[in-house]
């Protein structure tokens, strides 16, 4: 049980192009799920947590204007990154907690391989 | 921003060897968990334990921590080729429902 799917696992995009990301809890229903990207030989930076019907919370330094996120359902949440640029070229990790409120164990996507060109 | 500390950042081991790897973090915790990433892939996550508990076992796995100095340790005992990959601790804090990462450990098991 607990499974997380991320779409597409990875994806080549144009500079200037929009590209959107897909997390899916298969079999709980998600209250919170969070996005983290990950540089290569590096550990997961958060971006944002979402809960399901509510905005998303960025962390510091993050755009959400660029990152665009949506949690519009139990089971899925969605992070668009707009205007893509090389930089962001990246490995994003979505995970999800089926429990609301304190800390405690994130189910974890398969990651997305973005590359923007 | 990375509240944990992983040392070493890297270790190579020969099969059937333990490995042992350490996380220290900044602030208080309500628990502090333990993932494995294989290269390019999710992360799997391995033990959780809550700021109340000193020790944890899972399968080959020990993990202990130590709130007074604010460290933890993941013992890999017997450790197999399999096991190479990368180990990640994560501090949950009490007040919300973020986890932290810390640097990683990349551990290499030689067969």
């Known amino acids: 049980g607990a499974v997380v799917s991320q779409h597409p696992s990875w994806v080549i995009c144009k500079s200037g192009t929009s590209v959107k990301i897909e997390c899916r809890s298969l079999?709980?229903?998600?209250?919170?799920m969070f996005w983290y990207r990950q540089f290569p030989k590096q550990s997961l930076m958060l971006m944002a947590t979402?809960?399901?019907?509510?905005?998303?919370?960025?962390e510091q330094g993050v755009e959400k204007d660029k990152f665009l996120i949506n949690h519009a359902s139990l089971t899925l949440s969605t992070l668009t990154v707009t205007s893509a640029h090389p930089e962001d070229s990246s490995f994003y990790i979505c995970?999800?907690?089926?429990?609301?409120?304190?800390?405690?164990?994130?189910?974890f996507g398969p990651g997305t391989r973005l590359t923007v060109t | 921003s990375q509240q944990g500390e992983e040392d070493p950042q890297a270790l190579s081991i020969q099969e059937g060897e333990n490995a042992t790897m350490n996380c220290s973090y900044k602030?208080?915790?309500?628990?502090l968990q333990w993932y494995r990433q294989n290269s390019g892939r999710g992360l799997v996550h391995l033990i959780l334990?809550?700021?109340?508990?000193r020790e944890k076992h899972s399968g080959r796995l020990r993990v202990t921590l130590d709130t007074s100095k604010k460290s933890s340790s993941l013992l890999i005992t017997a450790s197999r080729a399999a096991d190479t990959a990368s180990y990640f601790c994560?501090?949950?804090?009490?007040?919300?429902?973020?986890?932290?990462f810390g640097g990683g450990t990349r551990v290499l098991v030689k067969p």
């Open positions: 334990i809550r700021s109340n508990e």
């Open positions: 979402s809960n399901e019907g509510s905005k998303a919370t960025y």
């Open positions: 995970s999800a907690r089926a429990v609301a409120g304190e800390s405690g164990e994130q189910y």
């Open positions: 994560a501090t949950g804090k009490a007040a919300g429902n973020k986890l932290t």
């Open positions: 079999d709980f229903q998600a209250t919170t």
């Open positions: 602030t208080s915790i309500n628990n």
